[in-house]
């Protein structure tokens, strides 16, 4: 029957699942994970099952379901299951503060919780304070041990049920899933992307940039829950009908190391933090790992030093392509190319997308010229949940308004200038200043506080703190540790100031504004190693 309104269907788990399937690779490996073997088939399979699963639990078209999981075969199918269904999963960072996730909750209405259980553990206690949660689905490595009344066990859920599920009847158009971006006042903003976005992200960067086939097997240190790895390590992999290797422990580099060795992807994805610890890492031990299985390497999050990418190849013969992307335009949209490699560049745009610099009265600046960048491309984000006036500053009819200063060279390569506000980015991951400093002030000791990125070595940056304490305290190197530990406590542990200096006023405004500026002025004077 022909019914009016429901448009051409376009489901993208049918399309990254069982078109796989259908296309003669159920018995290839989708999945390495441990020493488990996942096949396309039995992929889809478990994808089924808790699409099915989620149907149980009420879930219904464009209802959401946030997914606070490691790195897993559970993870992909938890996403896939619930775009098949037509609902909405929400990947969110698995190192926020606990009060994080009440936010995450609250702001999505999220009516089911699929969580790893030591994660669950963390947040059980704010259960009370999760208005629209109704189900808490758990996954357990270990058996199921959930001490925790009416919360289920995610083996047990998924079993029970069919291996066959229709894909909802959704368009290309519906919402897809959600990404939470932090915002430079605090909050995350939910980031909403369409069931079209990772189809086009895999046609352009994947296939055009990466030249990404079936034959490659991906291996990404950056978690599924970036933007970032969620490409990497998933639908990039899955839309070329190639092979991923999930690692949920923390990207230490030895364990990335053994990882690369033995499961030998041929393409790794890291940040250049984790491309600096792993060359430092590598000549300390004094140990030749074996990275021949590897085609080609790819940073992102922040610009990748030349000095790094250099040591690298030396190291281990394979090049490092370092490419823009943000969880807005869901991933990369300028990037070096295969034997086209300008280092410290971020390269040149990626075929299906488009780039604009442009000064403050939004006219295109000419090459070598400092302005704002801009971005157009279909897997830009439908926008951000419930944030109208944070919309109309971002996205401009067809075009993204990235906050990134760039300028672009006769050549047209695109070379970063930095942030347009002040967000820093530690290690691949944003942190607020406003959030340490309000952190921060929270502590008996202190009257005010401003944060700056510093540049350390290699061009990477990390929080310092300017601090004022209150009339009667002496700052003392004990106070430094102390305000340290406060911040580990009170935020995720990775947001603490790595340096602190206590002065005896801050920069300002009339109107009583940090002029954080001036404090990054003062520091570029100041020796690297303060
Ligand atoms: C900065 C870079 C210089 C830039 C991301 C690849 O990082 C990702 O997404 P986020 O939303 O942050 C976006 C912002 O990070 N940035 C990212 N890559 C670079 N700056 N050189 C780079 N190579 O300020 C950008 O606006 O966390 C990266 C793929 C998907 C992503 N979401």
Redo the contacts with the bound molecule.
Sequence with gaps: MNFRGIGVPYNAAKLFIDDNVDKGRGNKVAIYYKDRQIRYKELQEMVNKTGNGLKQLHVEMENRVLLLCHDSPEFIVSFYGALKIGAVPIPVNTMMHSDDYEYFLNNSRAKVLIAHIDLWNTISHLKDRFIYLQYVVLIDENGFASKDEGTLDYREWMSSDSVDLHAALTVSDDQAFW?F??GSTGNPKG?IHLHHDMEFAVNSYAKKVLRMTEEDVTFSA?KLF???????GMYFPLGCGASTVLMPERPLPEKVFETIETYRPTIFFG??TLYGTMIDFAERCGRNYDLSSLRICV??????PGPILKKWRQLFDVDIL???????????F??NNIGDIKEGS?GKVVPGYEAKIVNEHGVAVSANEIGD?FIKGDSVAHGYWNLHEENKKKFYGEWFH???KYLMDESGYFW?C??SDD?L?VG???VSPIEIENSLLKHHAVLEAAVVGVTIENNLVHPKAYIVVKQGITPSDGLKKELQEFVKQDLAAYKYPRMIEFVDELPKTATGKIQRFKLRKSLSSVPASV
Excluded: C, Q
Excluded at 226 to 232: C, E, I, S, T
């Design positions: 990404l971006s932090s980031v950056s970036f933007a970032y790895g969620l490409g990497n940040v250049p940073s992102a999050g922040e610009a990748l370092d490419g823009i992307g943000s969880t807005e335009a869901l991933h990369i300028i990037s971020s960048l990235t906050g990134d970063y930095g942030r967000m980015k691949g991951i944003w």
